[in-house]
């Protein structure tokens, strides 16, 4: 039974909905992780308006995007634990409003960061490495807890950067799976990505993060 249908006044029930949203983005501290990634996004300006030769231009955007999907991934972390899952149904829906919302913001603000710079890949690539990598990281969250979710992204940011060196070295990879090194227009590539960003998302929302507090209550 919603508020309003329990007798509960319109301007309450949105009061007492907006406390729970608020609430719930303390708790995950989603203000540090905005700060976070506005860093990432600033450090990628100062940055491009150096001199780099073809890969370093690929590998310092994929760097800072990994930055900005850990900072997202860590969200994921309660410190509530299973208590938590009991206090509604509203829990799903504001896991994943909160991985949403962060990953679109880092979007935005790095392809904010690349305007009128030469960003390798663009903005397409940007997009597609950032959500392939979050959902990287949702998934660790998912499976190791949501302080350990950070270490999935960066462990991918080492076979990518490994991938991007063989571009030039050989023997190149060329699977989809490692995205990253995929030209922006690879449709593969886009789908593999999108598919584990898809996956990390669910997962973070209808389970959450696996952390130790959840696991011994």
């Known amino acids: 039974m919603?508020?309003?249908?329990?007798?509960?006044?319109?301007?309450?029930?949105a009061r007492a909905v907006l406390r729970l949203v608020r609430l719930h983005l303390t708790s995950r501290r989603v203000p540090v992780a905005l700060a976070a990634i506005v860093a990432c996004a600033v450090a990628l300006r100062v940055a491009l308006h150096w001199q780099w030769n073809a890969y370093g231009a690929l590998q310092l955007p994929l760097i800072l995007e990994t930055g900005c999907a850990a900072a997202v991934t860590v969200t994921a972390a309660?410190?509530?634990g299973e208590p938590e899952r009991a206090t509604g149904r509203w829990l799903p829906l504001l896991r994943l409003g909160?991985?949403?919302a962060l990953?679109?913001?880092?979007?935005?603000?790095l392809a904010v960061a690349g305007i009128g710079a030469d960003l390798a890949g663009g903005t397409l690539d940007v997009v597609r490495n950032l959500a392939g990598l979050t959902g990287i990281g949702?998934?660790?969250?998912?499976?190791?807890?949501?302080a350990l979710a950070w270490t999935a992204p960066t462990a991918y940011l080492m076979v990518a950067v490994y991938a991007l060196y063989t571009q030039w070295h050989g023997p190149a990879l060329t699977t989809p799976w490692i995205w990253?090194?995929?030209?922006?227009?690879?449709?593969?590539?886009a789908l593999c990505a999108g598919l584990v960003f898809l996956t990390g998302?669910?997962?973070v929302?209808?389970?959450?993060?696996?952390d130790a507090t959840t696991e011994r209550l």
């Open 138 to 146: 949702l998934l660790c969250a998912a499976l190791l807890g949501g």
């Open 201 to 203: 998302m669910a997962a």
């Open 205 to 210: 929302a209808v389970r959450g993060a696996r």
């Open 98 to 100: 909160t991985a949403l």
């Open 2 to 13: 919603t508020a309003a249908a329990a007798g509960e006044p319109p301007a309450e029930s």
């Open 103 to 109: 990953t679109a913001v880092a979007a935005g603000v």
């Open 180 to 189: 990253p090194a995929r030209p922006s227009h690879d449709l593969g590539a």
């Open 78 to 80: 309660s410190p509530f």
